[in-house]
């Protein structure tokens, strides 16, 4: 018997289920990549599910499967697109010991990196230009990412001030101040870079900021 069943061929997956099988699995992403480029093309306001099932290639009610609204796309554009951004850099701090002062560097150069790069640095300028009118939006983009990241800089900055590497400031004005230029390149490559006679050097201004900031954080002699 058991070795009628070593003799026995494996039941095989068909191809074609197989392919579908892919297919179905990667259909999410496929939506939300869709749902991205119309967003950032007509806003959220005018988009339509149908127009982000046109461009996944899928139909109306497909999208319907994974996702109950636009407002539940959007959520899940931010969380997969940004916020895993966030736990990815959260799990590399909490993996780090030593000094912070390397750790908050090279979290900013992946952020500066993810900002000169990446197509999904429009999400924050469709948060910024729709929040009047949709505010769900920003609470989402609120929970998901910046209430997150700035639990991540004040955690990393606590840690300094208590080892005394940094001084002692204000960790929700510090926390902000970590991450302001960055809003400020966001909004500059999503804003003002088409009318740049050349493209703005992104990864200088996060050395800039990275030298600046770490350089006003550094606890000196005369502080307490």
Same mark, same amino acid.
């Given at each position: 018997m058991a070795l009628h069943k070593a003799l026995t061929p494996k039941a095989r997956t068909p191809p074609e289920t197989a392919r579908w099988r892919r297919r179905k699995d990667a259909r999410p992403q496929e939506i939300l990549e869709a749902a991205l480029s119309v967003f950032a093309e007509k806003g959220?306001?005018?988009?339509?599910?149908?127009?982000?099932?046109?461009?996944?290639?899928?139909?109306?009610?497909?999208?319907?499967?994974?996702?109950?609204?636009?407002?539940?796309?959007? #959520?899940?554009?931010?969380?997969?697109? &940004?916020?895993?951004? =966030?736990? @990815?850099?959260?799990?590399?701090?909490?993996? +780090?010991?030593?000094?912070?002062?390397?750790?908050?560097?090279?979290?900013?150069?992946?952020?500066?990196?993810?900002?000169?790069?990446s197509n999904r640095v429009v999400l924050p300028k469709i948060v910024i230009g729709e929040a009047g009118n949709f505010p769900d939006l920003a609470r989402i983009y609120r929970e998901e990412v910046a209430e997150r990241g700035l639990d991540l800089f004040a955690g990393l900055l606590k840690r300094a001030m208590a080892s005394g590497e940094f001084r002692t400031l204000?960790?929700?004005?510090?926390? #902000?101040?970590?991450?302001?230029?960055? &809003?400020?390149?966001? =909004?500059? @490559?999503?804003?003002?870079?088409?009318?740049? +006679?050349?493209?703005?050097?992104?990864?200088?201004?996060?050395?800039?900021?990275?030298?600046?900031?770490?350089?006003?954080?550094?606890?000196g002699e005369n502080d307490a």
């Open positions: 959220f306001a005018a988009a339509r599910m149908e127009q982000i099932a046109a461009r996944a290639g899928v139909s109306k009610g497909t999208i319907y499967l994974y996702f109950d609204s636009k407002e539940a796309v959007f #959520r899940a554009l931010v969380h997969e697109m &940004l916020g895993s951004q =966030i736990t @990815r850099f959260a799990d590399s701090a909490r993996e +780090s010991s030593g000094p912070v002062a390397p750790i908050l560097a090279d979290i900013l150069r992946g952020i500066g990196e993810f900002i000169a790069t204000p960790i929700s004005h510090a926390a #902000r101040l970590c991450i302001a230029p960055v &809003l400020l390149a966001i =909004i500059w @490559r999503t804003t003002f870079a088409q009318l740049d +006679s050349e493209p703005y050097d992104y990864a200088g201004l996060i050395e800039t900021h990275i030298a600046t900031l770490l350089r006003g954080l550094k606890r």
